[in-house]
Structure formats: structure tokens, C-alpha cells
């Protein structure tokens, strides 16, 4: 996927592509990942699902010991988040399905040196976040703040692309010319102005005794692991030292959303049930699991894992069995996430799949302009928040936004008329 200098020069989604059109009889597909810049779809595990590449997994969950045992042990609206068209065609340990929560990274030390209560940064992003600049104001404090070219992770709306939310009236709109983000911007932005707030893309900070925290995101993090302390070598850092930090989540959804990845059949195996069944084993399996994730060279504290070689849980992992990241996640957490997949309801644009055809090309334009935002704010080159999202919107809409809103609107139309909303 990437030239001599690891540039990236194409996607896993083409790869696996061109696989299929060399015919490629391979047993397990992970769905993997979007690449922006590259890929013109916005779920991916719904793109190998349109391509054919992955085997419808009905008869298998139904008709197999296997198959039923998993089926068992997920909710009922985990296999919703997988259906597609009344098909599941695939199994997801990472729990896809969970909103990736927004949250703060704390300074343990000055936290509890200056006994700062964590409940006072609950509430919306916007009006968390001034909060925070205040009191970094008051002490001489620094707090970095980006990512703000994912605002589905500062908002609980749903999320049809990276900036296309669907708004109280059940319409797409364009995230960014909202209130919310107007408010936001301008927060982070006086924030700048008032020497608190760093760019960490383009600024960083050296004095980890004046450094409050910065902006993170964890799975499902504000239910699975609000205000947990971690170790100081997974806490805060600055280029020379780190910390102890706390996790706070001011907000985090409770609803169960469209997955975008899964573990799959290829629909072109010759040995379909026994990859049916390698899966059901690996997902089920707590020591197989882990063993896959994390390989061999670990240490067990506090029922958590601290594995010391080189380790990957992308793909196979079950976020409900495997063993919690020591320092960095909630002993409990296994506990947590399936509590989650089990009590939250459904969002409402749950089975709801955006054709990308007809705008192919408007997307890649404002995937383009979409990648700049991290860069380009907060800087001292707009005096406000405002300022910036005006040229930021006036870049997008000329890259074609119009045209990918229209696309949305016309097909959730279409979706509404056929499917029952009300979960």
C-alpha cells in the first residue's frame, strides 16, 4: 500500500479488489479500513458487501453449533448494526457498531494536586471545552485541541460521511454550518487567541508540569472508561516526559450504529464452512484470541495485558473477551462493552447505506479539502472560528458538497418510504 518513501499509493480496498479479479480463492476477509484520498466509499465493511466479496452468513449462524453459539452470545441489535438488506454478512469483535467517544486526556498530577473536580467538564463539547479553557486560563495552563476534521466524535448526531450528519429533522446536513460547529470553532479558537489552546499538528509542548491535557477518543469510551487513571507511561506526554492522566468523556452516545468492519466469509473460498467456523472459534475462544492479538510476550496485572513484542488486534479481535490494554483500559471493560452492545438502542440510520456512485468524484474533492482542517486551525491566520469555517465551507461546497447532500437527502428519502425508523 505504500511506496519507498511509505507514501501511500493506493487502498485495501483496491487490493482486495484486484484480488478478487485474479480470482483469488482466499478463505477470511477483514473488511478494513476507509482510506481518504483513495477510496470514494465511506463504510467499508458495506463496500465489500455491494462488491460481492464477502458470503452472506445466515445459514451458518442458523444451522451450525457454531454459528448459533456466537449468535447467542451477541444482542440482537449488534446483528441489526450487520444487516444488510435482511443479510449479515459478517462478524465484528472490534464493535464497530459503538460510537468512538471524544474525551480529554487530564494531567493526574495537577488534577489532583489542585483537586479539580472531573464532573465539572460534563456536558456538551462546545461549552466542556470553554470550561477547560478558562481554568487553563486562571493557572497558566496549556491544552491541545485537534481532530476536529472528525466532528462525529465532538457530536451524538448520526453520521452518514465524514461531515454529512442527519439533523433533528431527520435531513442531511453539512456539519459544519451548523450552530454547534460555529460555537465550537469559535471556543477553540478564542483559545488560541488566549495562549491555552495548541495545534499539535503544528506546535508542540515541552513543559509537561504546565501541560493540562489534550483532546482523545476511546470506543464507547465515555460508558467503558470514564475517568480512569492510567500509567504514566501510556498518560500525558510532551516530547520529554509523561504522566499519569485521567480519561474523561464529557458526553457519549448510547446508541448502536451501522458497523463499518467486520470478519466475512470470501464469497470465492472453496471452504466456506470451515472459515465459518475458524472464525466462530477465533471469536469465541478467549485464549486463541488473545493469542492472535497479542502473541506470546506479556504480562498479566490487574486482569489487564501489557504485551511487550509486536502485537495487532485489528481484524480479529473481540473487544468482549480479549484482555484489556493494562494502563490505558478499564479492568472491567470487557463487562462494559457487552453491557453496550446489550442496552443501547438502535440509531435510527442503522441499515441505512449511502451509494456512493453518482458522486464519486465530489468525494474524493472534499476528502481533499477535509485533510487541511487539522493543519489549517486553529492558526493565527483566521481571528475567529467563524472566519475559518467560511473559507472552509466555501472550499467544500465548491469541491461539490451540494451535490453529495443532494445524493443523501434523495436516498434517505427512498430509505424512509420502504423501512420503519422508529427503533
Not at 461531515?163 to 469559535?186: Q, R
Not at 502485537?311 to 490494554?325: A, D, K, Q, S, W
Request: aromatic letters at 14%; one cysteine or more.
Amino acid at each position: 500500500m505504500v511506496d519507498d518513501n511509505s507514501n501511500f499509493i493506493t487502498s485495501y480496498a483496491q487490493l482486495s479488489s484486484d484480488a478478487f479479479d485474479n480470482g483469488e480463492k482466499f478463505d477470511i476477509i477483514d473488511t478494513g479500513l476507509k482510506y481518504q484520498g483513495f477510496d470514494t466509499f465511506y463504510n467499508p465493511y458495506q463496500n465489500c458487501v455491494n462488491n460481492n466479496f464477502l458470503e452472506p452468513l445466515n445459514t451458518y449462524l442458523e444451522n451450525t453449533e457454531c454459528g448459533k453459539k456466537i449468535y447467542a452470545e451477541m444482542s440482537t441489535n449488534y446483528w441489526k448494526s450487520l444487516m444488510i438488506n435482511g443479510k449479515i454478512y459478517g462478524i465484528d469483535g472490534s464493535l464497530s457498531c459503538l460510537k468512538e467517544d471524544l474525551g480529554y486526556e487530564l494531567n493526574a498530577d495537577l488534577v489532583d494536586k489542585n483537586s479539580i473536580d472531573l464532573d465539572d467538564f460534563l456536558g456538551k463539547y462546545d461549552t466542556s471545552l470553554q470550561k477547560v479553557i478558562d481554568l487553563c486560563k486562571s493557572r497558566g495552563w496549556k491544552f491541545t485541541a485537534g481532530m476536529h476534521g472528525f466532528m462525529q466524535l465532538y457530536s451524538n448526531y448520526d453520521f452518514i460521511t465524514d461531515n454529512i450528519c442527519i439533523d433533528d429533522n431527520g435531513h442531511a446536513v453539512n456539519i459544519y454550518e451548523t450552530d454547534y460547529a460555529k460555537n465550537l470553532f469559535n471556543t477553540i479558537s478564542d483559545g488560541f487567541t488566549n495562549d491555552v489552546i495548541v495545534n499539535p499538528v503544528n506546535d508542540n509542548i515541552n513543559d509537561i508540569d504546565t501541560y493540562f491535557g489534550s483532546i482523545n477518543s476511546t470506543l464507547c469510551g465515555g460508558y467503558t472508561n470514564n475517568k480512569f487513571k492510567t500509567s504514566q507511561e501510556y498518560g500525558l506526554q510532551t516530547s520529554y516526559a509523561s504522566t499519569e492522566s485521567y480519561t474523561i468523556y464529557p458526553q457519549y452516545s448510547n446508541k448502536i450504529y451501522t458497523s463499518s468492519k467486520a470478519l466475512g466469509i470470501c464469497a470465492l473460498s472453496d471452504n466456506k464452512y470451515l472459515a465459518f467456523d475458524a472464525i466462530c472459534e477465533v471469536m469465541t475462544n478467549k485464549e486463541l484470541n488473545d493469542l492472535l492479538c497479542f502473541g506470546t510476550d506479556y504480562d498479566i496485572i490487574n486482569g489487564c495485558i501489557k504485551p511487550y513484542g509486536y502485537y495487532n488486534t485489528m481484524g480479529v479481535e473481540n473487544r468482549l473477551i480479549r484482555y484489556p490494554f493494562y494502563g490505558v483500559n478499564d479492568p472491567n471493560s470487557n463487562e462494559k462493552y457487552h453491557e453496550a452492545i446489550t442496552d443501547f438502542k438502535l440509531s435510527k440510520s442503522v441499515g441505512f447505506c449511502f451509494d456512493t456512485t453518482n458522486v464519486s468524484d465530489k468525494i474524493l474533492a472534499v476528502d481533499k479539502v477535509l485533510k487541511t482542517i487539522d493543519s489549517d486551525f486553529p492558526s493565527k491566520e483566521y481571528k475567529t472560528g467563524k472566519e475559518y469555517l467560511d473559507k472552509l465551507n466555501d472550499d467544500l461546497n465548491s469541491a461539490g458538497l451540494q451535490d453529495i447532500l443532494d445524493e443523501v437527502n434523495r436516498q434517505l428519502e427512498e430509505y424512509n418510504e420502504t423501512h420503519n425508523t422508529d427503533n
